[in-house]
């Protein structure tokens, strides 16, 4: 069965320090991956997306993502996070053998300390 | 261009009552997906809609079901709350085909059953 996996429940990182989230999936096939962010009490706003090509992949906000096929990875990435990028983080994956849903991970909470 | 939209944004209901609630996609998309999203958990996959059928189905009893109208909005319908039915129902909107991976979500109902 697919999964997803976030070992960091929580981070704190400093502002203007950078920031690595970690995701890693179990699927057979190639994956389609997404990275979404929540604001408390909010719903999910899509940050990045991953189909295929070049395996780095920019997204809103100054963020970015890197798929490792080899390590079944699709980590994170902002060079300097901003007071505002407190939230909490939910990797996704979906997959063409498993119909049209996404299966997320359980989310890592960033906090933002300046 | 207005985003995915949702009705109510909080609800309080008593355990084994019936709730029902509603969700418009974005604009130029056809297809809705319904998740769960429990206290400090990643969303749950309950079912998608798609030509005003459903077309796959996550691990929900039988008493979460659905409709799609022909406008493309859709209602989620829960009989017989339990307690554990507390959560909060994210709706997803995305068009078909390879892009309905990329699913724009809605801020969400807040349900609460006592």
């Known amino acids: 069965a697919q999964s997803v996996t976030q070992p960091d429940i929580h981070i704190t990182v400093s502002e203007g320090a950078s920031l690595e989230l970690r995701c890693n999936y179990s699927?057979?096939?190639?994956?389609?991956l997404f990275w979404y962010v929540q604001s408390p009490g909010q719903g999910l706003q899509l940050l990045l997306k991953?189909?295929?090509?070049?395996?780095l992949v920019q997204g809103i906000k100054g963020f970015e993502a890197e798929f490792k096929r080899s390590q079944s990875s699709f980590n994170l990435r902002k060079p300097s996070v901003h007071w505002s990028d407190a939230a909490e983080y939910f990797c996704a994956v979906g997959a063409r053998e498993y119909g049209n849903k996404l299966v997320f991970g359980a989310g890592t909470i960033l906090r933002v300390k300046s | 261009d207005a985003g995915v939209t949702q009705s109510p944004t909080h609800l309080i209901k008593t355990r084994g009552q019936q709730v029902t609630l509603r969700c418009s996609p974005k604009?130029?998309?056809?297809?809705v997906s319904w998740y769960q999203q429990a206290l400090g958990q990643g969303p749950q996959f309950i079912f998608q809609y798609y030509e005003e059928e459903e077309r796959q189905r996550g691990n929900f009893p039988d008493r979460f079901s659905g409709h799609q109208f022909p406008n493309y909005s859709s209602e989620l319908n829960v009989n017989a709350l339990l307690l554990g039915d507390s959560a909060l129902y994210l709706c997803?909107?995305?068009?078909?085909?390879?892009?309905?991976?990329?699913?724009?979500f809605g801020p969400g109902t807040r349900l609460t059953v006592t």
């Open positions: 699927y057979g096939a190639t994956p389609y």
């Open positions: 991953y189909f295929s090509g070049d395996t």
């Open positions: 997803a909107s995305s068009p078909m085909g390879l892009h309905s991976y990329e699913q724009y």
């Open positions: 604009s130029g998309h056809d297809t």
